[in-house]
């Protein structure tokens, strides 16, 4: 191991001995021991931020961003010591993505209509504190998009995070309001709780001073915050199908979909979890995978094992393999691969359960389809109604735009790796909360934020 990186490794394990949470310092820089009183906290300070310019507001979010490129490589580590999920490496690049392509308060516009009877503006306000739960897969990164789009808007955030990244987000969390400070904010723009449970969920969902929710994560607590009779920004779970048809460059299309369905061992929401390929181009494709992309094609035999390994009989993720690399879940079922093996391919029908389950580890089961139209309905089948995310290699714009109408999902990348969406090779904004079930996409500031109509009559037109 060279130096440096050990040096690294020791200051994580450093920092994760620290913060024994018992012992940290409940109140300091957003972290509270209880739920109302982390909620009181982020309502003083929203008092304060509702006030501030949005020059003010910008000056904490530039700080943020420095915090992030600078601890870039330490929360990497941190986060996947903490979950054991992930690759340090991709984590890493996302932290940078997050420092530099989260949209701060430019995202935040203002509609005019002018004419005889004055000027109306329609301005984009905060809705106050805003409660967010966030997911384990990607931890830090969901606290910082979340955090700089509420705070650009004018709102502070209380969070109840995933109980298995507590440490990591407590990391971000103090990181987030050293920031506040050192740009002559307020403390406890983001708070959370030092145990995060279920109950500390409910009390922030239920609680009066939270007038809007935002849930990243899988189906159940999607529904839970849609159920609290309050607005609700749903970001759901997704299942992503890459289309292969005759028409596209086959050699191209194995690169992107691996490159993809490996980035962070297959953790985010937004990554290829299957292809279906029409019937002619499956051979190539799969000889592409596994002579240059790093696939391992595995048997029967060896499917069945992995099935085992992966979930429980009733389709229960087993939470040891999610987000480990393919050499590890290959050596769960006793098979020894060769270092340069990063994912796991087979040929199957689209109900195996390794093609139909959103895995969240790279495993790419390939469906054969009979054209591109089957290609086009297996798709729909497999992405489960979720409308999340699908991709496409083709180079047939009729056949894009069909898939695309009959996907309906928030993000549809054609011809490229799926993180081309988050902003990664690809142009756009980075956000890791997609808004897929509730409908408003990629989040960004403008997301978090209530329209509001400012009327001046008969003055102000100079037209
Ligand atoms: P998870 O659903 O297990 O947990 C997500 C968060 O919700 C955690 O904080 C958890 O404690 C909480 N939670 C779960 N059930 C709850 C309930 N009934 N009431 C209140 N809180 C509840 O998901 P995970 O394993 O952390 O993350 C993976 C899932 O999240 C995948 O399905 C993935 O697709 C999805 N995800 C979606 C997006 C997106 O932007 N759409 C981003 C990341 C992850």
Redesign the pocket.
């Known amino acids: 191991m060279p130096v440096d990186e050990r040096m690294v490794k020791n200051i994580v394990q450093e920092v994760m001995a620290k913060m024994n949470i018992n012992d940290s310092a409940s109140g300091k820089h957003g972290i509270f021991k209880d739920m109302n009183d982390a909620i009181e906290a982020a309502k003083k300070a929203e008092k304060v931020v509702r006030v501030m310019s949005l020059d003010q507001r910008e000056k904490i979010i530039t700080i943020i961003r420095r915090k992030i490129r600078e601890n870039a490589e330490l929360m990497a580590r941190m986060a996947v010591d903490e979950t054991g999920m992930g690759n340090v490496g991709h984590k890493i690049l996302k932290n940078y993505l997050c420092a530099d392509k989260i949209p701060g308060t430019e995202d935040i516009t203002t509609e005019a209509y002018s004419g005889d009877r004055g000027l109306t503006l329609v301005e984009e306000g905060p809705f106050g504190v805003i409660g967010a739960?966030?997911?384990?897969?990607?931890p830090q990164e969901?606290i910082f998009c979340n955090t700089i789009g509420m705070l650009a808007a004018g709102n502070t955030v209380v969070f109840?995070?995933?109980?298995q990244a507590i440490k990591t987000t407590i990391y971000a969390i103090n990181m987030m309001n050293e920031a506040s400070l050192e740009a002559g904010g307020p403390d406890n723009i983001a708070c959370t709780v030092e145990h995060?449970t279920?109950d500390t969920?409910s009390v922030m969902m239920h609680h009066k001073d939270i007038p809007l929710l935002v849930?990243?994560?899988?189906p159940?607590?999607v529904t839970?915050i849609l159920s609290c009779g309050k607005r609700g920004i749903g970001?759901?779970?997704?299942n992503p199908p890459a289309l292969v048809d005759e028409t596209a460059d086959i050699r191209k299309a194995a690169e992107d979909i691996v490159n993809g369905c490996t980035f962070d061992n297959n953790l985010p929401?937004i990554a290829e979890k299957e292809i279906v390929a029409v019937q002619q181009v499956v051979d190539e494709l799969l000889h592409y995978m596994v002579t240059e992309q790093g696939c391992y094609l595995a048997s029967k035999e060896e499917q069945d094992a992995l099935i085992r390994t992966v979930m429980d009989e009733k389709g229960k993720l087993n939470r040891k393999c999610v987000g480990r690399d393919a050499r590890t879940l290959l050596s769960m079922i006793g098979v020894e691969a060769d270092p340069s093996i990063r994912c796991i391919t087979f040929v199957g029908e689209k109900e195996n359960p390794l093609i139909s389950t959103?895995l969240?580890m790279p495993i790419l089961g390939i469906v054969p389809a009979k054209d591109f139209d089957d290609a086009v309905e297996k798709c729909v089948w497999l992405e489960h109604g979720n409308r999340?995310s699908a991709h496409i290699h083709s180079h047939d714009v009729e056949r894009i735009t069909k898939y695309a109408r009959a996907m309906d999902t928030a993000i549809l990348v054609k011809n490229g790796p799926s993180y081309a969406a988050l902003g990664y090779g690809g142009e756009g904004i980075c956000t890791?909360?997609?808004a897929?079930r509730t409908g408003e996409g990629l989040t960004s500031a403008k997301t978090f934020t209530k329209k509001r109509r400012c009327v001046m009559v008969d003055s102000l037109c100079i037209r």
Do not use: D, K, Q, R
């Open positions: 739960i966030t997911p384990c897969t990607n969901t109840n995070p995933h109980p995060p279920l969920s849930a990243t994560g899988g159940g607590v839970a970001a759901g779970a997704g929401c959103e969240m999340h890791f909360t997609i897929s």
